[in-house]
């Protein structure tokens, strides 16, 4: 790490209304260089983004080398389902892992942006992956 590049906090972050895809595009790229400074050889898997929702529950977000996502969405989070299909294109999986396709990133974050209380990185958490994400 450079003397410029300072650690990233993996404290909770107030989360502050995006207005617009540029400002959601902007947030990405942040928190993927915030992720990458992060990450060391002792987190090489379960690293991601967990948003908290105001309404009550947490959905964890990972990518993988091609820009797929996937969500791991708690059962309190369970609600949110309908947004997150809306906003994919994805069918409900029935499952609390979803399967996403990486284009849909900025509509995902951009659909779920009101009802986000806070976000955090996190480097060790246990996602279940669907057998067609990898």
Known sequence: ???DEEAPSLQERPWVLLNSTDDVEDWIARHNRDLQLAVTKKYSSGHGICFRLQA???I???TN???DILLDVNAEAAWVSPLITAASGVE???TQFWALPGERLVALIYG???LIEGSQIVLDHRFGKP???Y
Do not use: A, H
């Open 1 to 3: 790490m450079s003397m």
């Open 56 to 58: 009550g529950g947490e």
């Open 60 to 62: 964890y977000l990972q």
């Open 65 to 67: 080398g091609d820009g």
């Open 92 to 94: 409900d999986p029935q």
């Open 112 to 114: 779920l942006n009101g």
């Open 131 to 133: 057998k067609n994400f």
